[in-house]
Nanobody, 114 residues
Framework: VQLVESGGGLVQPGGSLRLSCSAS????????MSWYRQAPGKERELVAT????????NYADSVKGRFTISRDNAKSTVSLQMNNLKPEDTAVYYC????????WGQGTQVTVSS
């Protein structure tokens, strides 16, 4: 199993970023996928989840209305569109697959700062 995130970077408050996760080594279309994040000194937290077919999504209260998770089962990718970013969104963002063990990508840094 391999999960590779991309798309992080430095953005000003109010800006947008799109994270992508490319998955391989398992039947991507059969599993729920999630994005987590971990800020310095804090525990890793769930940001968003999408079911295997993409029909149901769930978000942390802190990102509802600003972030959108999506997936492309034909390309084995899951994305996180992040709009109206805030400084408190600064964290390392991780792609997660639970199949049933937890698999993680290496993470991508998102920094929101003026």
């Amino acid at each position: 199993v391999q999960l590779v995130e991309s798309g992080g970077g430095l953005v000003q408050p109010g800006g947008s970023l799109r994270l992508s996760c490319s998955a391989s080594g398992f039947t991507f279309s059969s599993y729920r996928m999630s994005w987590y994040r971990q800020a310095p000194g804090k525990e890793r937290e769930l940001v968003a989840t999408i079911t295997s077919a993409g029909g149901i999504t769930n978000y942390a209260d802190s990102v509802k209305g600003r972030f959108t998770i999506s997936r492309d089962n034909a390309k084995s990718t899951v994305s996180l569109q992040m709009n109206n970013l805030k400084p408190e969104d600064t964290a390392v963002y991780y792609c997660n697959a639970k199949i049933p063990e937890n698999y993680w990508g290496q993470g991508t840094q998102v920094t929101v700062s003026s």
